[in-house]
């Protein structure tokens, strides 16, 4: 079964800019976490969206946002960037227990 | 609420040495439990879980955990650590409900001494 796969993996946006990205879950699969990782911060979880429905939020503001497609692919989104969001951005899938199965993540640096 | 902590930020062991990696959850049931293993630059990699039955467990690359739940702790244990084993180790833990939970501790990155 093919893991976790998070596209770009690598991205470079200016303060201010807005950007998307990517997680293609695990096979039959139907819930994606998106985490922020910093080194500050750790790991902080954004949202978790269950059959194209978000169950569950974390303490982000309302410039992050996601959403989930019919095939469980899943899209982040982070609009008006600043540089405190530059964070390597792990996408996990789970399918029915608690276990994560996380993706590469996408390394955003904002300049 | 849930909540996992890991009381060591840092810890150093030399190569061939035993580890011990600490983890305290506070959950009012029978917590689902995890750890995970960060490689630099990497996602995590799930190392071991626990959700019932027998209170230690097995899990990839030699790591081992036992639940006490009268300490409300889930330690990660290895007998033997290799320089492949530098990482950063996350325990978490999760709870089953009408919206599933899981939450990490800050982690405790490794440095194994040659």
């Known amino acids: 079964k093919a893991g976790v796969t998070q596209t770009p993996r690598y991205l470079i946006k200016t303060r201010g800019q807005q950007v998307t990205l990517s997680c293609s879950p695990i096979?039959?699969?139907?819930?994606v976490s998106w985490y922020q990782q910093t080194p500050g911060q750790g790991l902080q979880f954004l949202f978790e969206?269950?059959?194209?429905?978000?169950?569950n939020k974390g303490n982000f503001p309302g410039r992050f946002s996601g959403r989930q497609f019919s095939n469980s692919r899943s899209e982040m989104n982070v609009s008006t960037l600043e540089l405190g969001d530059s964070a390597l951005y792990l996408c996990?899938?789970?399918?029915?227990?608690?276990?994560?199965?996380f993706g590469p993540g996408t390394r955003l640096t904002v300049t | 609420a849930q909540s996992v902590t890991q009381p060591d930020i840092h810890i150093t062991v030399s190569e061939g040495a035993s580890l011990e990696l600490r983890c305290n959850y506070s959950?009012?049931?029978?917590?689902?439990l995890f750890w995970y293993v960060q490689s630099p630059g990497q996602g995590l990699q799930l190392l071991l879980k626990?959700?019932?039955?027998?209170?230690l467990v097995q899990g990839i690359k030699g790591f081992e955990a036992e639940f006490k739940r009268s300490q409300s702790s889930f330690n990660l244990r290895k007998p033997s650590v290799h320089w492949s084993d530098a990482a950063e180790y996350f325990c978490?833990?999760?709870?089953?409900?009408?919206?599933?939970?899981?939450?990490f501790g800050k982690g405790t990155r490794l440095h194994i001494l040659p």
């Open positions: 996990a899938s789970s399918g029915g227990t608690l276990e994560q199965y």
């Open positions: 096979s039959g699969h139907r819930s």
């Open positions: 969206y269950f059959s194209e429905t978000q169950r």
């Open positions: 959950y009012g049931a029978t917590p689902y």
């Open positions: 626990y959700f019932s039955g027998d209170t």
């Open positions: 978490a833990v999760g709870a089953r409900g009408r919206d599933d939970k899981i939450i």
